[in-house]
């Protein structure tokens, strides 16, 4: 069989404008590094990345729609839309491909609405509240999956 290594990285709405939000939640570090750091670290686990993202719901239910046979697992954030849209929610999954949902800043610790994702229960894992590496976590974790 061939090797299960690629990744989908996929960013939804206002995580482009990273370096513009609060600080004491997302550290004022730019998307661009983010995404850089993810590649870096992907590229040590022998996993191969592509990233997407879109401010537009569509567009990102659309990505997920055309994922089929393009990638192995995902990697999403898909920022205040983790919170309620059901569309993603279904378009995530009918893909049927195993997912980790990573949030950057402690939902936890923040405005009660940010507790809820309606993600969580069709992700193989939930990474919340550890910044940048929080994606580290998220890259072992499906490698594990995909090895299994
Ligand atoms: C976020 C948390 C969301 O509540 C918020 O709307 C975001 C970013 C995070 O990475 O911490 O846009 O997903």
Same mark, same amino acid.
């Given at each position: 069989?061939?090797?299960?290594? %690629? ?68 990697v999403?954030n ?42 969580a229960?069709?992700?193989?894992? %939930? ?8 994606? %580290? ?12």
């Amino acid at each position: 069989m061939s090797v299960r290594n %690629r990744i989908e990285v996929m960013h939804g709405v206002n995580l482009d404008q990273l370096a513009r939000r609060d600080p004491a939640h997302y550290s004022g570090m730019s998307f661009e590094a983010l995404e850089r750091g993810i590649a870096a670290v992907a590229d040590e686990l022998g996993l191969s990345t592509r990233f997407f993202h879109t401010n537009h719901e569509g567009d990102f239910v659309e990505h997920l729609h055309r994922l089929e046979g393009m990638t192995d697992g995902i990697v999403l954030n898909p920022g205040a839309w983790t919170h309620y849209s059901y569309a993603i929610r279904d378009a995530l999954e009918l893909t049927g491909i195993p997912a980790v949902e990573v949030h950057l800043s402690d939902l936890e610790a923040r405005e009660p609405w940010r507790r809820q994702s309606v993600i969580a229960e069709i992700c193989i894992a %939930r990474i919340q509240g550890k910044g940048p590496d929080g994606y %580290r976590e998220a890259l072992e974790r499906l490698r594990k999956e995909l090895a299994a």
